[in-house]
């Protein structure tokens, strides 16, 4: 048995096990100036121009129309 074989597994298992959980958090700018912080990447809907998001606060699923965000990115978890 080739001793490489074995460890290309276990290194395809924890590349697998490392990036399959992750959802990287999202700041949404406003236009008002408030900062919302969500659980996980936002969904936009190009039809009705609504982004979705798990508020990371509340847990509270909420939209908010896109003409009301001035930035999205991601945060350093």
């Given at each position: 048995?080739?001793?490489t074989t074995?460890?290309a597994?276990?290194?395809?298992?924890?590349?697998?096990?490392?990036?399959?959980?992750?959802?990287?958090?999202?700041a949404?700018?406003?236009?008002?100036?408030?900062?919302?912080?969500?659980?996980?990447?936002?969904?936009?809907?190009?039809d009705t121009?609504?982004?979705?998001?798990?508020?990371?606060?509340?847990?509270?699923?909420?939209?908010?129309?896109r003409?009301?965000?001035t930035?999205m990115?991601?945060?350093?978890?």
């Amino acid at each position: 048995m080739n001793k490489t074989t074995p460890l290309a597994a276990v290194i395809v298992a924890f590349l697998a096990i490392t990036t399959s959980g992750c959802s990287s958090n999202q700041a949404i700018k406003t236009t008002d100036g408030r900062t919302i912080v969500t659980d996980g990447k936002p969904q936009i809907d190009d039809d009705t121009g609504l982004v979705s998001y798990k508020d990371a606060q509340t847990g509270r699923t909420e939209q908010i129309n896109r003409d009301k965000i001035t930035n999205m990115s991601e945060l350093d978890n």
